[in-house]
């Protein structure tokens, strides 16, 4: 797999990572479709350590008692996501890559809330509530 790199939009907060996503998914919470302005999020998972930023870091946002929602302080982008009960794991955005092509999601979560009109026809899994994620 080629090397992962993404950023914000104003391209002010950028990121590196050393490894591939031990998970990928899609979420269809209400908190991630208000954060994202989107239908639906897309996540990719990994180890804290494996994620190195450039130039500064993403300006954290609390939006419940343990999540702390990453993004850019100058062009507001959607850029990650970390429980504070897990701080050894960060998730990204894979809409924030510049390739999202090389990440694919492979679950659904939280489809409970998913949008009527939103049609995805795949062979993900999907779970109506919250996520089962395991590193390998
Ligand atoms: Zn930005
Ligand atoms: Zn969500």
Same mark, same amino acid.
């Given at each position: 797999?080629?090397?992962?790199?993404?950023?914000?939009?104003?391209?002010?907060?950028?990121?590196?990572?050393?490894?591939?996503?031990f998970?990928?998914e899609?979420?269809?919470?209400?908190?991630?479709?208000k954060?994202?302005?989107?239908?639906?999020?897309?996540?990719?998972?990994?180890?804290?350590?494996?994620?190195?930023w450039?130039?500064r870091?993403?300006?954290?946002?609390?939006?419940?008692?343990?999540?702390?929602?990453g993004?850019?302080?100058?062009c507001?982008? #959607?850029l990650s996501?970390?429980?504070?009960?897990?701080? @050894?794991?960060?998730?990204l $955005?894979?809409a924030?890559?510049d390739? !999202? +092509?090389?990440?694919?999601?492979?679950?659904?979560i939280?489809?409970? #809330?998913?949008l009527?009109w939103?049609?995805?026809?795949? @062979?993900?899994?999907?779970? $109506?509530?919250?996520?089962?994620?395991? !590193? +390998?």
């Amino acid at each position: 797999m080629k090397k992962l790199e993404g950023g914000c939009l104003c391209e002010s907060v950028r990121y590196h990572i050393s490894a591939t996503p031990f998970a990928a998914e899609y979420c269809h919470c209400r908190m991630c479709k208000k954060v994202s302005g989107a239908p639906v999020a897309s996540w990719m998972d990994f180890k804290i350590a494996q994620v190195t930023w450039k130039k500064r870091k993403p300006v954290e946002y609390q939006s419940s008692e343990n999540v702390l929602r990453g993004f850019c302080p100058t062009c507001g982008s #959607s850029l990650s996501f970390r429980d504070t009960e897990h701080p @050894e794991y960060i998730t990204l $955005t894979i809409a924030s890559l510049d390739e !999202p +092509n090389l990440v694919k999601p492979t679950y659904h979560i939280y489809t409970a #809330s998913q949008l009527k009109w939103l049609n995805i026809d795949d @062979e993900c899994k999907r779970f $109506t509530a919250g996520p089962v994620k395991s !590193p +390998n």
